[in-house]
């Protein structure tokens, strides 16, 4: 016999769990649930589901493999070669805690993953939201190919369709947020104050200005290291460069502005690693969000300062092959709305925080040796 139990959701409404058990010699050979919004569905279902699997042979078939889908996703996690990020991980966790997780794969379909993103989005943006479903479609490409449980692709597909004419999941808005000089001075006053009081914090004015000039994440500025650097270049080899496809591995030359490659050339040598930024890149963006928030600067992200760095490379007449050529993006598709900014000169022309990060004597003193070597 089956049973109902309410259960009370996060967003405060009422889901009706419905559970069929059926037990022979004292040992559980078929358990089975699903949850509704109504009593009544739920209801509805146990009926419906009982006199399904009172027929011959409906028990076994019934229990073929057909795995929750949040045991899926702990094997995508588990079974992946390649590296999973941090916010990916993230949005797959918030998915297995969902009911949906709770679901046979069999069971999910097109409708129910519709529900999941409008369950989503009661406080989530739709950019939001298509971020999560595009990770569980993850799971959808590979687990009837890879592994042979019913789970379809069809289904995903469907529901995107959906989702896209509802207006349920968008994609992600491009963040048009440059910093004006005056915010960047304050936030050199503050990095510089802070160094000054204590001399082991991060040397957040070089990794800054490397993120201006660059076009470097900041994870990317805290793996290279001093081996990869080509003076003579003035490139650096940019180990796992961020890619949508790949990550791990994905390892390419990407060249140095000047400004760039001075910021390098000014940084001690003498770290144990052999990196040239050996500090945490979680550490670096949160440093970043702080000075931010208590200097009152609004929406500025640490991110911003590489559109910035793009935006100055268009401004200064720079071609997209050749901004791409720094930045290494190897579609230039992302880098074309950066064709709209006209030649208008350098916004960084006599920016005195270049001389104070990297003065020129020593760096002209580092070039020197570092060839001479």
Known sequence: MGSIVPRKRRDGSIGYTAQIRITKSGKTIHNETETFDREQAAKAWLKKRETELAKPGAIEAANQDDPLLKDLIDRYVRESRKAIGRTKIQCLNTLKADEIGEMRASK???????????????????QTVGN????????????????????????????RVVMHRLGAVSRSRKRDRRPTLEELDQLMEHFGKLRANRGDTIPMRAISAMTIFSL??????????WKD?????????????????????????????????????????NTADGRIFPYNAKSVSSAFTRAVAFLGIDDLHLNDLRHEGASRLSELGWSVQRVAAVSGHRSWNTLKRYTQFRQVGDKFANWKWLDVIAPPVAVATETESTVAA
């Open 108 to 126: 999910v379909d097109s409708a129910t993953i519709t529900a999941l993103a409008q369950r989503l989005g009661k406080d989530k943006l739709p």
């Open 132 to 159: 999560y479903i595009s990770h569980l479609a993850s799971i959808f490409t590979i687990a009837r190919p890879a592994w042979n449980v019913p789970l379809e692709k069809q289904a995903m597909d469907d529901a």
């Open 216 to 225: 470097r994440r900041d994870d990317e500025i805290c793996r290279i290291v």
């Open 229 to 269: 650097l080509d003076v003579e270049g003035s490139r650096v080899m940019v180990r796992d460069l961020k890619h949508p496809g790949e990550k791990i591995g994905n390892d390419q030359w990407c060249d140095l502005t000047p400004e760039a490659l001075r910021i390098v050339l000014a940084q001690p040598r």
